[in-house]
């Protein structure tokens, strides 16, 4: 049996966690909402260390009256922010959202156009249709199956007649993807919790090697 | 003047700076590429302070529920010990390899997510236990795709029945990568459509407003 107190901790809360299996009880819920404290001060943490002082305090300090000056804008649009937790004010804080919204929203267009539809468009078409049969089967396979489940997200015409039928097809396609999916999810989990039962066993009790 | 500050100006500025930061991907002069890459850099910090905004916000949910001792308050007490814990090591020792921050994550923040991701696999196989019955032609494909992957991807069965593994294979490949595609192009179709539609003032909705 392990001696480190930190594995001691770490086995302990994991089974807080399978407690749950059980039902509901309050040793899950103490640790639930410890990994919510905990998350959300790693979190502060993170993003102060990382992003906020040396994107923002740091060349506000060093340069805030020259080459960064720029950024005090980022101060104003912040207060505009926190104009939202006084009543007074707190009309204020929509010119902040609009500015946020505006820039992610703006570049979502280009992006999303370029990396989701036209590189999956012309990695479609430019498949080959040269080489073993079996790459060439399945390469009809993935244009025929992505045009079929295009069609089935295509609500702009009654599913009837030859769109019904690419229609139904599409959906045996995505039915295939979801189960693909699905498969991976659950071994994923399942990898996760032969990690975690060889954690109780191995390096807390010691049971196994 | 209070109408036109709480919504009309803030849908002109969505208007004019959504066009703008989607017409710079396109213009590449400094005229135009100074001012959005400017803007670009002041995202970050940004993103940051709406999230220690957002914090502050759970911190006085929790703190109003301790105060007025609400049911089940004592659970809040250990998010705010535990959120001030976290905070205080972090910002007194630092975040870096090796400190105290660093070995909180390691664990007790690890092991805690990756036991209730793991509790996930219980749920996941009851789920499908009830799903994944083959009454319609739709409901036949999924079972059978994912029993081809799942057998696929253990090791042994490679070795066993070779074919399985080379089914599992080119369902992985071909009909999964087309599904794939076609979700893929429709979201990002999705997602530029709610853009325009929130540059151009035609949902109103995001900025507060229900008309």
């Known amino acids: 049996m392990s001696t480190d107190p930190y594995i001691w901790v770490a086995a302990i809360l994991t089974l807080g966690v399978f407690s749950f299996l059980l039902r509901d009880n309050p040793f899950f819920c103490a640790v639930e909402h410890l990994l919510v404290g905990l998350s959300t001060g790693y979190m502060f943490c993170t993003y102060w260390h990382n992003v906020f002082v040396p994107e923002l305090v740091t060349p506000l300090w060093e340069h805030g009256a020259g080459s960064e000056a720029h950024l005090w804008a980022v101060v104003g649009i912040c207060f505009l922010w926190a104009c939202k937790y006084v009543e007074s004010v707190k009309d204020l804080s929509r010119l902040a959202l609009a500015f946020w919204l505006s820039i992610d929203l703006g570049l979502a267009i280009p992006t999303e156009m370029e990396a989701g539809v036209i590189a999956q468009v012309v990695g479609t078409m430019g498949v080959s249709f040269n080489g073993p049969v079996e790459e060439i089967f399945g390469n009809v396979v993935l244009v025929g199956g992505t045009l079929a489940a295009l069609t089935y997200f295509f609500f702009s015409k009654a599913h009837k007649g030859v769109v019904g039928a690419t229609a139904k097809v599409g959906t045996w396609v995505l039915m295939i993807g979801f189960g693909a999916s699905f498969s991976y999810i659950l071994l994923s989990r399942i990898a996760l919790l032969i990690g975690r039962l060889l954690f109780l066993l191995r390096d807390w009790l010691g049971v196994i090697h | ?211």
């Not at chain 2, 905004?53 to 049911?71: C, D, E, T, W």
Request: aromatic share 10%; net charge positive; with cysteine.
């Open chain 2, 1 to 211: 003047m209070k109408e036109r500050l709480g919504y009309r100006v803030p849908f002109v500025l969505l208007l004019i700076l959504g066009i703008f930061m989607a017409a710079q991907y396109y213009i590449p002069h400094p005229m135009v590429q100074k001012p959005a890459q400017m803007m670009i850099q002041w995202k970050q910090p940004l993103n940051a302070f709406i999230i220690f905004l957002a914090l502050f916000g759970l911190a006085a949910m929790h703190v109003r529920k301790v105060i007025r001792k609400q049911r089940r308050w004592g659970y809040s007490v250990i998010t705010l010990t535990s959120m001030a814990l976290m905070i205080f090591v972090g910002m007194v020792w630092g975040t870096r390899h090796g400190t105290i921050f660093s070995d909180l994550f390691k664990h007790v923040i690890t092991p805690i997510e990756a036991t209730m991701f793991s509790l996930l696999a219980f749920f996941v196989a009851s789920a499908a236990f009830r799903a994944f019955r083959a009454r319609t032609v739709g409901a036949t494909v999924l079972l059978l795709s994912a029993v081809v992957v799942i057998l696929g991807l253990i090791p042994v069965v490679e070795d066993l029945c070779p074919p399985i593994a080379r089914a599992s294979d080119f369902l992985l490949k071909y009909p999964n990568t087309a599904a794939k595609r076609a979700i893929m192009i429709g979201v990002a179709l999705g997602a530029i459509s709610v853009a325009m539609k929130t540059i151009l003032g035609i949902d109103k909705t995001i900025l507060g407003r229900d008309r």
